[in-house]
């Protein structure tokens, strides 16, 4: 009867942890960067009035062949450099899940970063 009783209780914890992470899954937004001009020039501004969480996905679309997109730290969004071992992508259709605090993202082609093609978020 004991022994019964501990199988319940392991199940039911079993399906209180699925419906947990299910929720926090559900909780995620997915947000296209640029908007529907996509991973561009002067992006900076479209995050004005977005709230972000830790796990939203940002979807980058861009062409490959003149575009990427660079993960980077302060310093390398504020002097549009990519620091050595840096990920970069490259599919022209990129999906990363934000972190929770501040990820900066450059396009590391020449002058691209430097004319705008950043943008730096804070996920909460």
Same mark, same amino acid.
């Given at each position: &009867?004991?022994?019964?009783?501990?199988?319940? @209780?392991?199940? @039911?914890?079993?399906?209180?942890? &699925?419906?947990?992470?299910?929720?926090? &899954?559900?909780?995620?937004?997915?947000?296209?960067?640029?908007?529907?001009?996509?991973?561009?020039?002067?992006?900076?501004?479209?995050?004005?009035?977005?709230?972000?969480?830790?796990?939203?996905?940002?979807?980058?679309?861009?062409?490959?062949?003149?575009?990427?997109?660079?993960?980077?730290?302060?310093?390398?969004?504020?002097?549009?450099?990519?620091?050595?071992?840096?990920?970069?992508?490259?599919?022209?259709?990129?999906?990363?899940?934000?972190?929770?605090?501040?990820?900066?993202?450059?396009?590391?082609?020449?002058?691209?970063?430097?004319?705008? &093609?950043?943008? @730096?978020?804070?996920?909460?």
């Amino acid at each position: &009867m004991a022994l019964q009783g501990r199988g319940n @209780a392991m199940i @039911a914890t079993v399906l209180l942890c &699925m419906l947990l992470l299910h929720f926090d &899954m559900a909780q995620a937004a997915t947000y296209t960067v640029g908007g529907s001009g996509g991973w561009s020039f002067n992006v900076g501004g479209w995050t004005k009035g977005k709230r972000f969480k830790a796990g939203d996905i940002l979807i980058f679309n861009y062409s490959p062949s003149i575009h990427n997109v660079v993960a980077v730290s302060k310093a390398g969004y504020d002097t549009c450099t990519t620091p050595k071992g840096a990920k970069v992508y490259k599919s022209g259709k990129d999906q990363i899940k934000l972190v929770k605090g501040k990820n900066y993202f450059i396009c590391s082609f020449s002058g691209h970063c430097q004319g705008g &093609m950043k943008v @730096a978020i804070t996920a909460v």
